[in-house]
């Protein structure tokens, strides 16, 4: 501890060198926590914490496994409140993009990279671009890294390893393509999250060479990370909590009610997607029946022609509105069903420190020997449920407002690509009558009698 | 657009000019625009049909059946000019009596070709029509044919000056038991002449060969045969892009359905998702209403569907008097033939006659002046029979091509304006579309 203190007092902020003078250290912390407990934890006055815990220096390291090691939960709060602010202030200062899918082949098998470029004015970075190639396994090894460092933050969900059903072949190109797509929101997604862009692991993530990355992924192991994946659920599954407060028990049930409407949502577009496109074949075959009869007509040879090309443009016009569904509003709703796993995850952790915590009260209660070190471990689990309970509390509100707008904006562009669609084909057809009535005008009136 | 083509002058524009005309009424402001140039029949009166109702009555095997009348309308022009509007003369026939009238114009004008009538049973139908002939849809529709019939056989130089045609529309002669006496004349007038048309058709359906047909006639006849199939395919990839449209549309509901149920969970965004909801909820009601209106344009191509059926019954028809006529002219070339033989007594080719009279001597010759006598009896009578037929067949031929002339003429018209109809019903379609989801983007503004 004493060590990470000294750690704490050297990084200065240098970032706050440039604009931003007003460093909002004045204010005093939103959240009552005994100060003795801050005191303890960190060995440091309360002034120190704001200029140190700012956005520029990486405090969480990720290779340190215990909680109680961490930032305290005076500065985490303090940490959050400011990068709201600074959300205003549009001091965006990382882009990443993920693209440009390739193939490798080894004698041992093929897998996919994709080229993560970076920009930066970050002072932590060395340089202000950065060019890698990862494949999905990286990803999933930094998110993996996230998770077990902030285990009641709320990380965007990976795109999964496989689809079942529908998939004939990994490497097929929507897939690459939805895969690139997801990778890159994810990307993005942590590196606007205040805590989640401040690590090392992200940074090496996006700047380490491929020998380093691998050296820093040995490293870096955690215990748990040694942990086959059925331990870590049966770690992740619930022990019983007690006395839940309200405030959880209302995510718990929002988070299922969410889960439950989203995923309706997300099949309700997967059967529109499949009417449409048979729809769409049905109706291509409509242009080509009109062609066969304008080869049997005379006067009608025209204008069932003219019909017939109508016909096929339409056809174009509903394969592109698909392209959208299936491109973009399907996959992502898909995020968001992802994302109720993680909703769900985060709830299970916090419930288990929780219940860790009522487990170590039971036992100061029943125990008359060893008092005073149950009692220390006590405090500590006590400390690491306020700050796991604070952490949850804001990410949970940043969360959700990410997710009205992401979930909006989608709405927003399958409206707005819905009505292109029928205001292209609206064209068409005024564009077909108005060759009739040109062409009607050109003949003479028929007498009929 | 619509504005500049409502400027635009002469009777057919008219059609094509108000975009906001539903298709029906569209069609009917064609009929009358066609109809109005037509027969003095049409001139004189005005005819629909104008209900329908189930009735249930003893069919002609004593058994309780329930079916379909529907009442025909007739009303002199000139009191409805007059705007005195009397009560129009009516009565009530039923599907089966129509068929009646048709065949018997089938077998009465065999040059014409003759107004179809709507399907007898539903066909061509995607899951949401009902295939039931008592289905109030269909049965709406089958009113629409069937008067739709009328004004076109009305509207017929030749057919609509028909007295039993007259006589189906009004029943003139005195009151007698609802359309029976009318169905009676038909069916004594169908008797008399299915009994010769019995043979004729019969001979219809035999595959025989005509040395000289008109080239003109078999080329129709194959145009009516890919008309038929074009319109059938058309017909039934309609249906089934019918059915996956209806689809499409149905599933949005589900979405004002989970927006709904969304709203409910949300704070902020509970307002937008509701009302986004029930757009959605609008948008998968509207489908009903388009494709009701898509029908009106199948009706019109399956009208085509059938015309192109009488167009080549008109065709075989001409085959069959081609093949009379050139049978008439080869028997009466073989008695010539036959004269000719007996009267030079030489036997030119083989026959049997040349055979037996090999084999057992020739005939006496008070024999051969009989067989003479006879032959040239009967050789008469074919050059009669020859002539007859001839002129039978020119005025058939004559006949027949005129109203094939005017039968184009019409379909041109009639197509162009199906396929102008349809243009138009897309064009509403849109716009609906686009109102629907500009409204839903103004409710995901405000979520």
Known sequence: MKLLGAMMQIKRPRFYSDSNNSVPSEKSPPVSIPADISGEMLDLDEDDDLEVFSKGTSLTDGNSLNPSTQTSPASMINQYKFQEEEEDADAKDLFVTVDNPESHVTAIETYITYRVVTKTTRSEFDSSEFEVRRRYQDFLWLRGRLEEAHPTLIIHPLPEKFVMKGMVERFNEDFIENRRRALHRFLNRIAEHPIFSSGDDFKIFLTAAPGELISHKKQGAGFLSRMGETVRAVAASVRGVRNRPDEFTEMLEYSEAFSQKISALHKVTQRISKEQREYLEELKECGPTLALWSSCEEALAEPLRCMADSLDRCCQETEEQLKHINDELIPDLHEYVLCTDTLKAVLRRRDNIQADLEAKAEALASKKTERESIRDELEKLEDRQEWANNALRSDWTRWKKIMRTDLQSAFIDTADNNVKYYEKCLAIWESFLHSQRAEAEGNKNVDYS | ?447
């Open chain 2, 1 to 447: 657009m619509e504005r500049t083509m409502a400027d635009s002058g002469s009777e057919d524009i008219a059609v094509i000019g108000n975009t906001d005309l539903t298709p029906s009424e569209s069609q009917n402001n064609v009929r009358n625009t066609m109809f109005e140039k037509g027969t003095n029949l049409l001139k004189r009166m005005e005819i629909s049909v104008a209900e329908a109702e189930k009735r249930t009555g003893k069919n002609a095997v004593n058994m309780q059946e329930t079916y379909t009348v529907y009442l025909i309308e007739t009303r002199p022009v000139d009191a409805v000019q007059e705007a005195t509007s009397p009560v129009p003369d009516s009565l009530w026939r039923r599907y089966s009596e129509f068929e009646l009238l048709r065949n018997y114009l089938l077998v009465t004008y065999p040059y014409v070709v003759v107004p179809p009538l709507p399907e007898k049973r539903a066909e061509f139908v995607w899951h949401k029509l009902s295939a039931d002939n008592m289905d109030p849809d269909f049965v709406e529709r089958r009113r629409v044919g069937l008067e739709n019939f009328l004004l076109r056989v009305a509207s017929h130089p030749a057919l609509s000056n028909d007295k039993i045609f007259r006589s189906f529309l009004t029943e003139v002669e005195g009151k007698s038991l609802e359309g029976n006496r009318v169905r009676d004349r038909i069916s004594s007038e169908g008797i008399v002449s299915s009994s010769c048309a019995d043979s004729r058709i019969k001979a219809l359906n035999a595959t025989f060969r005509v040395k000289n047909p008109d080239k003109r006639f078999a080329e129709m006849k194959h145009y009516g045969d890919e008309l038929q199939s074009v319109i059938s395919q058309l017909l039934r990839v309609r249906a089934r892009a019918a059915d996956r449209l209806y689809g499409v549309y149905k599933v949005h509901g589900n979405y004002g359905r989970v927006f709904s149920e969304w709203s409910a969970i949300e704070k902020e965004m509970g307002d937008g998702l509701q009302s986004a909801g029930h757009h959605m909820d609008a948008y998968a009601a509207s489908i009903d209403d388009i494709l009701e209106e898509e029908e009106h344009y199948a009706d019109q191509l399956k009208e085509y569907l059938f015309y192109a059926d009488a167009l080549r019954a008109v065709c075989r028809k001409h085959e069959l008097t081609q093949y009379e006529l050139e049978t008439a002219a080869q028997d009466l070339c073989s008695k010539k033939q036959q004269q000719e033989e007996l009267a030079t007594g030489t036997v030119r080719t083989f026959s049997l006659k040349g055979m037996t009279s090999k084999l057992f001597g020739q005939e006496t010759p008070e024999q051969r002046e009989a067989k003479l006598k006879m032959l040239e009896a009967q050789i008469e009578e074919g050059e009669e029979l020859v002539k007859e037929r001839n002129v039978e067949s020119g005025e058939f031929v004559k006949g027949a091509w005129a109203d094939i002339e005017r039968f184009k003429e019409q379909k041109d018209h009639d197509l162009r304006e199906a396929l102008i109809n349809y243009a138009i019903m897309q064009i509403s379609m849109c716009k609906k579309g686009i109102q629907v989801w500009n409204n839903a983007k103004e409710c995901f503004s405000k979520m």
